[in-house]
């Protein structure tokens, strides 16, 4: 019988430690029906994102190990069990590509099919390209690539001339790269967390034919919405949180281990930036390299209009894209789409590793 997700103790989990240094939880999901030795069996890797740690994918877990994958779900660096480095630094690209690979290399894995989603899905686009060897095939649910910042034209931009001049969608980063953030957001956790991982919350949210709320993503208004719920707590006023399983979970989990170190990840600009113009990468991505891209109809940090210009960084063909109709960012566990999507991941490995998959012969269209 197979792990269940309401039951994140019924998963397989294990810690190994890096290169690096940095000791990584991860759930090592074998197969079902696997009668060889487990290394030899096709692995999917699955890298999360914010604010989230490897039970993110648990519903993915199931299906991935029920057809017949090995599944490496580490709680990325910072989140959960995992090591959380104070500074920064280890938190880039560069660094968290090598430490996956480190990963891998510990479990006795070898190449794999990488699947990401929000933060995430930019570690399975830079571990690609890194590591192209190692690399199957990719999937990345709502994340585009976004390429290196490798050519010696290529700025740094801080993050408010980012969202001033470029992506105004990315204002909640700046919100997010401050470090007192985590505080203020600590105070009112169980209100931040409920819409994202309560199905009970999201579906009051929306009774009476209401639209699902998002979380604001202009400048400031991130910082705003927080303040409000914490003037709504201090006053008596706050929602009753709900006792969903899973949510609950989810709360006891960044109760326990902080957003502070989650965070870091916001705080990478620079130290990404001078790593790739040293990295010799190429802006297009490898051509050998089959990609997926799944954006969130209703996504508004990572709209489907990101990946309008995905093309032009795929000349060979091998990205499809396909977005997800009424989706929002927690496509991966809303009841309402989540089997959709784990259905397309699933088939697309499928497809790659059946030697099936073949090239678009002009790139993908929204």
């Given amino acids: 019988m197979g792990p269940n997700p309401l039951d994140p103790s019924s998963f397989n989990h294990r810690f190994v430690t890096v290169p690096s240094g940095h000791r990584y939880h991860l759930v090592d999901q074998a197969p079902e029906h696997w009668r060889g030795p487990v290394e030899q069996a096709p692995t999917v890797l699955l890298c999360h994102g914010f604010p989230d740690f490897w039970y993110g994918w648990r519903y993915q877990i199931v299906a991935l190990a029920s057809r017949g994958y090995r599944v490496i779900c580490p709680s ?118 409920a819409l994202n991982f309560s199905p009970t919350a999201r579906a009051e949210a929306v009774k009476g034919g209401r639209k699902l709320p998002q979380m604001p993503v202009e400048e400031g208004g991130l910082e705003k919405s927080i303040a409000k719920q914490a003037e709504r707590k201090r006053s008596g006023k706050a929602r009753t949180p709900p006792q969903d399983p899973e949510y609950l979970y989810y709360l006891r989990t960044f109760e326990k281990h902080g957003l502070h170190a989650p965070l870091n990840w916001y705080r990478t600009r620079r130290v990404n930036y001078f790593e790739e113009q040293q990295s010799g990468l190429s802006h297009s991505f490898p051509a050998h390299i089959p990609a997926l891209l799944f954006p969130a109809e209703n996504d508004p940090a990572l709209p489907p209009g990101m990946a309008k210009s995905q093309g032009k960084y795929f000349p060979g063909g091998n990205l499809r894209v396909e977005v997800i109709k009424g989706a929002d960012h927690w496509l991966l566990q809303d009841g309402n789409c989540r089997n959709l999507v784990t259905d397309k991941l699933a088939a697309f490995v499928d497809e790659v590793l059946s030697g099936k998959w073949k090239p678009d012969s002009a790139p993908s269209k929204l």
Avoid at 107 to 134: I, K, S, T
């Fill in 76 to 193: 990325q660096l910072g989140y959960g069990e995992t090591s959380k480095p104070g500074h920064p630094d280890p938190y880039s690209y560069k660094s968290v590509a090598y430490d996956m690979n480190g990963v891998l290399d510990a479990v006795g894995a070898g190449n794999v099919a990488v699947l990401g989603h929000d933060w995430g899905g930019m570690v399975a686009w830079r571990f690609a390209q890194y590591f192209p060897h190692r690399t199957l095939c990719l999937a990345s649910a709502c994340t585009p690539y976004m390429p290196p910042a490798s050519s010696p034209s290529d700025r740094l931009l801080s993050t408010e001339a980012l969202v001033r001049t470029k992506v105004p969608n990315f204002g909640y980063q700046l919100f997010f790269e401050r470090e007192d953030t985590a505080g203020k957001i600590e105070d009112v956790l169980d209100q931040f967390l």
